[in-house]
């Protein structure tokens, strides 16, 4: 029964979120990712054009906030910013929900500023959703593998460094990201 119910969640995961799949490899080990390009496709594509160029590997998680999320692909170790592209519009009236395990882009206060930093939720984070508050913040993707290695963040011990904060007083490194499917 308990592997049948597996079996089901997975084929209802699969189906919400069917497009490319990308694993980040991280100085804590990996996790995958499944993109949803059929909601997000200005997101989607945007990320991967990161992904694409390589100049995610390098980066850190540099915000991360037990029971929040963990925000990461903007900095350097050293918390220096690193080159973007251009800005992309906000997708976060799309449907898909800031709920555990999913990935969204993180943005300024103009809602259309999301660039390459993203994060990922902890918790069913609503309030972050279009419904909730609009603009809201893009979900584009969920975690599908390895979660346990995202959660292991949060139990890492955070800092200030230069004007930041809740930055993981041991970088937590993004060594690779590769698309996978």
Known sequence: MKKTLF????????LAFAGPTVMFETNLGPFVVEL??????????NFLRYVEDGSYKGSVFHRVI???MAQGGGFTPEMERIDTYAPIE???ANG???EVGSIAMARTNDPNSATRQFFINYKDNNFLDYANRPPGY??????VKGFEVVEEMATKPTGRKNRYQDVP???IVITNVTIVE
């Open 7 to 14: 079996a089901v969640l997975a084929l209802v995961s699969q």
């Open 36 to 45: 949803n390009q059929e909601k997000a496709p200005v997101t989607v594509k």
């Open 66 to 68: 037990p029971g929040f």
């Open 90 to 92: 906000n997708e976060a």
């Open 96 to 98: 898909l929900k800031n």
């Open 138 to 143: 893009a979900v584009f993707g969920k975690v």
């Open 169 to 171: 007083l041991e970088p």
